[in-house]
């Protein structure tokens, strides 16, 4: 798996969906990759305590990675105070 080649992928999507996070006032960045082919994202803004977040990131960012990049396990969150 070239975890480069991929969050090149992950980037693109979630720029994608920037501008509709940005007008609700919220945003997403992009953690890492694990080996297992989970993409880690941290929910910033509006979007870390939005009861809509759960259905951005599977429906929303999850459907678009694993389009681009079908070696994507899943995309999860991760806490404001996680580091990867």
Same mark, same amino acid.
């Given at each position: 798996? +070239? $975890? *480069?080649? /991929?969050?090149? $992928? &992950? ?9 509709? @996070?940005?007008? =609700?006032?919220? +945003?997403?960045?992009? &953690?890492? /990759?694990? =080996? =297992?082919?989970? &993409?880690?994202?941290? @929910?910033?803004?509006?979007?870390? !305590?939005?009861?809509?977040? @759960?259905?951005? @990131? ?8 694993? $389009?681009?990049?079908?070696? &994507? $396990?899943?995309? /999860?969150?991760? !806490? *404001?105070?996680?580091?990867?």
């Amino acid at each position: 798996m +070239d $975890k *480069q080649s /991929i969050e090149v $992928k &992950v980037l693109g999507a979630m720029e994608q969906l920037r501008p509709f @996070l940005h007008a =609700d006032g919220g +945003d997403m960045e992009f &953690v890492e /990759i694990k =080996d =297992d082919g989970t &993409v880690l994202v941290r @929910l910033l803004g509006a979007c870390s !305590d939005c009861s809509m977040s @759960l259905m951005t @990131l599977k429906a929303g960012l999850e459907e678009a990675v694993k $389009k681009v990049a079908p070696e &994507v $396990k899943a995309v /999860i969150a991760v !806490d *404001q105070s996680t580091t990867a």
